[in-house]
């Protein structure tokens, strides 16, 4: 079956250090979001990739980068994690900007 | 920007009872989603409804674009419809989906 997939399902790290979290697609979609969902709150974009483009949402604070190196694959790297960056994480892809958005399972960040 | 307005944002049924769930847009959308977000986090996309009515199983949407709200119906609920029930919508010309805040919905045994 087609889908998103999102890689680790929980992921603890120590304040400040570097983590990296996967998503890869098999929908063939040209667009990959990645969103930050904190406890009783609505999902928030942080940012997207339309093919190579990428596109981030102003309030998006600079330790959170992407990459995005194939079709299939997106990352979300946050630089140094503070106590606050503490969320679940969700990767959404789109066959083209404005259609429907299909979401993986999400990654689950403790920071401790 | 759109702002994306659900109502209620509690319900609890019994197990069997039907339900339905509003939200209400500030300005026009071009696509209009409603998902599910089970106990495990995970967003499923229920339907992709910019307007008129579709219809899957237990659940159905309507979406009257003209006058900016669409609605979910929940029939014969069950205890795994329980979680939150996301509507969310892209405003023209942007591509940034707009969330409500949700309806968190308990259905008892």
């Known amino acids: 079956d087609a889908m998103v997939i999102q890689n680790p399902r929980y992921q603890v790290t120590q304040f400040g250090k570097p983590v990296t979290l996967s998503c890869s697609q098999t929908?063939?979609?040209?667009?990959m979001y990645w969103y930050q969902q904190k406890s009783s709150q609505a999902p928030k974009l942080l940012f997207h990739?339309?093919?190579?483009?990428?596109?981030n949402e102003a309030d998006t604070p600079d330790n959170f980068q992407s990459r995005r190196p194939n079709t299939s694959f997106c990352f979300l790297d946050i630089r140094s994690p503070g106590l606050g960056d503490a969320a679940m994480y969700l990767c959404a892809t789109s066959l083209i900007l404005g259609m429907d958005q299909y979401f993986g399972p999400g990654t689950r960040l403790l920071v401790l | 920007g759109i702002q994306v307005e659900q109502s209620p944002p509690d319900l609890i049924l019994q197990e069997g009872a039907n339900s339905t769930l509003r939200c209400n847009f500030s300005?026009?959308?071009?696509?209009l989603q409603w998902f599910h977000q089970n106990p495990w986090g995970q967003l499923i996309n229920l339907f992709y409804?910019?307007?008129g009515t579709k219809q899957n199983g237990r659940l159905s949407a309507t979406t009257v674009a003209t006058e900016r709200y669409s609605l979910l119906y929940i029939s014969s609920s069950q205890t795994t419809d329980s979680g939150v029930y996301f509507c969310?919508?892209?405003?023209?010309?942007?591509?940034?989906?707009?969330f409500g805040k949700g309806t968190k919905l308990t259905v008892n045994p």
């Open positions: 929908l063939n979609h040209n667009v």
């Open positions: 300005d026009s959308v071009n696509n």
């Open positions: 969310a919508g892209l405003q023209g010309g942007s591509e940034k989906l707009v």
């Open positions: 409804i910019p307007s």
């Open positions: 990739y339309y093919d190579k483009d990428f596109n």
